[in-house]
Each structure stands twice: as structure tokens, then as C-alpha cells.
T-cell receptor, first 110, second 114 residues
Framework: GQQLNQSPQSMFIQEGEDVSMNCTSSSIFNTWLWYKQDPGEGPVLLIA?????ELTSNGRLTAQFGITRKDSFLNISASIPSDVGIYFCALNQAGTALIFGKGTTLSVSS | DGGITQSPKYLFRKEGQNVTLSCEQN?????MYWYRQDPGQGLRLIYYSQIVNDFQKGDIAEGYSVSREKKESFPLTVTSAQKNPTAFYLC?????????????FGNGTRLTVT
């Protein structure tokens, strides 16, 4: 099946630092989604990208849909303790369901 | 408020027993999904249903069964045939299909089998 490579697997940062994570796929897709999962809860959608080259912001979060349509990145600026959690990229696999990357676990120390 | 309810939050079972996880949604979504989450593995699709009385296997369906008798409900049974059932199980729903219709997740059920 389709492979999604998400990196890094984990990050340990200081409060106030910026964060960047990315995902790549082996095929072209029309939609990239970024989710965040707080500990013990279900993932929540952060940003949805529908067009190659699209750059979208949601507060301190910025995500871009790569021009090749095979990659996407998510940036978090000026991190705060509540940014802690697992961040997933996801792709819409036609005719089935979303496939998810393995996640980036973010730890923020104050 | 509309949402997805998974129950119970924590579930403990003895090896060899079947167990059913509940998932109910009042979002009027047509499609529902079950994912399994293990540390470092991301979310893996078990089963999904795009319409009542119809469902399809995902990537890791072996040892699981589902039913979709009502639009609101999509219970997952973890059978004794599932070799490693201990995991965090997430249910989700969306409007018909996933094209431009993001998933809404429940808060999960953590199943421990000993």
C-alpha cells in the first residue's frame, strides 16, 4: 500500500522555539491533512491543504502542500507547553479512507 | 453538541475472550472508521463503512469484525483470533467519503488483554 514517511519521529524543544516537521509520499495526492493528538484523546484536524503550493496558517501553525504534490510540512512558531502531543500527516486514499503517517511526538519544556 | 462517543474509555479482558467496543456519532455522518494505534506506529485502518449495512476491510482487519446496522453506530468486535489485541482504538466519522471531508475522531478506547 501507499507509504507515508513522516519525520522526525520525536522532538524535544524549549518553550518559545520554532518547530518543523514534514511528510513525504510515494505517489501524488490531492489533499494533505495535519492532525494533532493530545495525550489520551483522539486526533483533531489542524489544517487541510487541497492545492499544490498552497500555504495555510492557523494561528501559530503554518502548513504547505508541496509543489510536487508528494510532500507537505507543518511549522509551529513560538512553541508553548500546550503544543505537546503527537502530530500526524494524513492523505486521502481514493475510494477508501485516510492513511496516516507514524506521527511526530513533540515535547516542550518550559 | 454533536460528536463521537466511544465507550468505555478503558477496557480489560482476559485472553481468549471476544470484546466489543462501542462507537456512536450524532453528526449525521454517512462514513465511519476504526483505527488502531500502537506506540510509534501511527494510526492503522481496521475497517470502514461508507453506508449503512455495508463495510470494507482496512489494512489490518484480521481478528476483528464490525457491523453497521444503524447510521449512528459502528461497533468493533475484537475476537480471540486477534494475536495482539492490546492497543488504543479510535473511531472516526466523516460525511460520505473522505474527499474534502475531514475525519472527526472519538476519544478512543484503551483495550488491555492479559
Amino acid at each position: 500500500g501507499q507509504q507515508l514517511n513522516q519525520s522526525p519521529q520525536s522532538m524535544f524543544i524549549q518553550e518559545g522555539e520554532d518547530v518543523s516537521m514534514n511528510c513525504t509520499s510515494s505517489s501524488i495526492f490531492n489533499t494533505w491533512l495535519w492532525y494533532k493528538q493530545d495525550p489520551g484523546e483522539g486526533p483533531v484536524l489542524l489544517i487541510a491543504l487541497y492545492k499544490a503550493g498552497e500555504l495555510t496558517s492557523n494561528g501559530r501553525l503554518t502548513a504547505q502542500f508541496g509543489i510536487t504534490r508528494k510532500d507537505s510540512f507543518l511549522n509551529i512558531s513560538a512553541s508553548i507547553p500546550s503544543d505537546v502531543g503527537i502530530y500526524f500527516c494524513a492523505l486521502n486514499q481514493a475510494g477508501t479512507a485516510l492513511i496516516f503517517g507514524k506521527g511526530t511526538t513533540l515535547s516542550v519544556s518550559s | 453538541d454533536g460528536g463521537i462517543t466511544q465507550s468505555p474509555k478503558y477496557l480489560f479482558r482476559k485472553e481468549g475472550q471476544n470484546v466489543t467496543l462501542s462507537c456512536e456519532q450524532n453528526l449525521n455522518h454517512d462514513a465511519m472508521y476504526w483505527y488502531r494505534q500502537d506506540p510509534g506506529q501511527g494510526l492503522r485502518l481496521i475497517y470502514y463503512s461508507q453506508i449503512v449495512n455495508d463495510f470494507q476491510k482496512g489494512d489490518i482487519a484480521e481478528g476483528y469484525s464490525v457491523s453497521r446496522e444503524k447510521k449512528e453506530s459502528f461497533p468493533l468486535t475484537v475476537t480471540s483470533a486477534q494475536k495482539n489485541p492490546t492497543a488504543f482504538y479510535l473511531c472516526a466519522s466523516s460525511r460520505a467519503g473522505t474527499n474534502n471531508s475531514p475525519l472527526h475522531f472519538g476519544n478512543g478506547t484503551r483495550l488491555t488483554v492479559t
